[in-house]
């Protein structure tokens, strides 16, 4: 079974903090992606990965930055962080060439931006 | 960046009832998916739809992929406690093949 691991699930952090948050997939998938997850707003796409050293914004990338320096992992890095980025953060990944493989989630990061 | 209409956005239903969830958008997708959130976990594919027109069932659960390619419906039959959580769905275009752009939600209650 793929396992994608999100390194918290809780996190409180001061406004203009900078915030790292990993997420690590044990089945050498290629793509990783990175969601924010808000009450009516559904999943919005931040910043995707389609192989190491590469990345591509998404829907909502202002504010946010990404790193793949290894396959397997994939971090989502807040500069300065603030209180509209409080949210709920999912880190997906997929194997592209097995076709219309499904996306396989992490349990998510609850994060407060006080 | 594009989002897709859901609906409802959530509802309360009693055990055995049959639920009904619809998603609509602007533009055409190729494929629809259907995914599942439990309390305090991540989305879990639940059934994926490749073809206008298509109706796929897993189990109590029923999708159909619209002939317009603009809109998708997923039933539940005979709810259970255990059916509880968000659904969301999503659709996948030709460009860029690996995104997805997800619904806003759905989220279900079930009560004895």
């Known amino acids: 079974d793929v396992k994608v691991t999100q390194s918290s699930r809780y996190l409180v952090k001061r406004t203009g903090e900078k915030v790292f948050l990993e997420c690590v997939q044990d089945?050498?998938?290629?793509?990783m992606f990175w969601y924010r997850q808000d009450p009516g707003l559904g999943l919005r796409l931040i910043y995707f990965?389609?192989?190491?050293?590469?990345?591509e914004k998404g829907d909502i990338p202002e504010g946010y930055s990404v790193s793949r320096e290894k396959k397997e992992r994939f971090s989502l890095i807040l500069e300065s962080a603030s209180t509209n980025q409080t949210s709920m953060y999912l880190c997906?990944?997929?194997?592209?060439?097995?076709?219309?493989?499904?996306?396989?989630f992490g349990n998510g990061t609850r994060l407060t931006v006080t | 960046g594009q989002q897709l209409n859901q609906s409802p956005q959530s509802m309360f239903i009693q055990e055995g009832e049959d639920v009904s969830m619809n998603c609509t958008s602007s533009s055409i997708f190729n494929t629809w998916l259907w995914y599942k959130q439990d309390p305090g976990e991540g989305p879990v594919l639940l059934i994926a739809?490749?073809?206008?027109?298509e109706l796929t069932s897993n189990g109590r659960l029923t999708a159909q992929f619209g002939i317009t390619r603009k809109d998708s419906f997923l039933n539940i039959s005979a709810s259970i406690p255990s059916d509880v959580g968000i659904y969301f769905c999503a659709g996948q275009g030709g460009g860029t093949a690996s995104k997805l752009t997800f619904g806003t939600g759905t989220r279900l209650q079930v009560t004895l």
């Open positions: 990965s389609y192989d190491v050293k590469m990345k």
């Open positions: 739809l490749y073809k206008a027109g």
């Open positions: 089945m050498d998938h290629e793509n």
């Open positions: 997906a990944s997929r194997h592209p060439g097995q076709g219309l493989s499904p996306l396989h």
